[in-house]
């Protein structure tokens, strides 16, 4: 059965050393609803095509993965038990392609950067650590190569950070969170951080792109001989949203429960951006 959606796809495409062409098109893509009677799919945070399997992240269940085999339209089983162990998980982020074969997701708890690859012979996912982060806790990290890792979190200047597992400065970003007035401009990076977090996707070209939850904005980027360069942006709206004041050791902001929930996941090319836009309230989503 054949169904359509609607995504915003956003082109880049550079001239030159700093000039951005941006074209924003709204498309009509097709695709195939894939039945797969045996899978039991609850709270869905993130899903990866790798080969001619799907993985599936599923915050609902005792395990957090599900393996699905394409071709077959086949339901393979769950796989990376919750848990504190050390081949176990907490809450994991969104799934990112690491090479061909594997996918990576980062665990805040842990501080870890978990790798899975896929055994095709007995069809099973095998865990293990890539990385475990020595310096903070960041909301995500991503492997850029050999022990370069793209990070956003928490930070007192800055928005994205280049850093290595134990935690040496390569390259961050000028500019900080944003901010639509002198007002706004006033409450510390940090707390702006909590405002203003997304989803952050990296293509294999080491193109970047975040797309704010709380705001509609997408702000895009590259990197070029180690260095984080900003490729244009897109700001259509800003966060409605009040720091905690009786938060003295931890930062916190209370949303508007009336403004709209924007984007919800990202998927970056070379060439394009995927993004999938909700509009829904925060009270809508409880």
């Known amino acids: 059965m054949r169904k359509y959606i609607f995504l915003s796809l956003f082109t880049l495409a550079c001239v030159g050393c700093s000039t951005v062409k941006k074209e924003t ?3 009509q893509l097709t ?6 009677p045996d899978a039991i799919l609850g709270s869905i945070g993130s899903i990866q095509k790798v080969g001619d399997y799907l993985v599936v992240l599923d915050y609902s269940t005792e395990s957090l993965f599900h393996l699905i085999k394409l071709s077959e339209q086949r339901y393979i089983g769950k796989f990376g038990t919750r848990g504190p162990g050390p081949n176990e998980f907490n809450h994991p982020t969104k799934l990112h392609p690491y090479g061909e074969e594997q996918l990576c997701c980062y665990e805040p708890n842990k501080r870890e950067i978990k790798l899975l690859t896929i055994n095709t012979t007995d069809e099973r996912m095998i865990t293990s650590t890539l990385f475990q982060m020595k310096d903070r806790t960041f909301f995500e990290a991503i492997p850029v ?6 990070t956003t979190g928490c930070l007192e200047e800055g928005m994205f950070l280049l850093t290595t597992a134990n935690g040496k400065q390569v390259s961050i970003t000028n500019e900080g969170y944003p901010y639509e007035d002198e007002e706004e401009q006033k409450i510390s990076n940090q707390l702006r951080a909590m405002a203003y977090q997304g989803n952050l996707s990296m293509s294999s070209g080491k193109k970047f792109a975040y797309a704010i939850s709380s705001a509609n904005q997408l702000h895009f980027y590259e990197i070029k001989n180690g260095k984080i360069i900003k490729s244009g942006e897109t700001i259509k709206s800003y966060a409605k949203y009040k720091p905690d ?3 003295q050791n931890s930062f916190s902001v209370f949303f508007d429960s009336n403004a709209p929930e924007c984007y919800t996941d990202i998927n970056v090319t070379d060439s394009l951006v995927y993004v999938l836009y909700s509009g829904r309230s925060f009270k809508e989503h409880k």
Not at 145 to 150: E, P, S, V
Request: hydrophobic share 35%; aromatic share 0%; glycine share 6%.
């Open 145 to 150: 190569n050999g022990d370069t890792i793209l």
């Open 245 to 247: 004041a009786h938060s």
């Open 31 to 36: 695709h195939e609803t894939i039945d797969i």
């Open 25 to 27: 098109t709204i498309e």
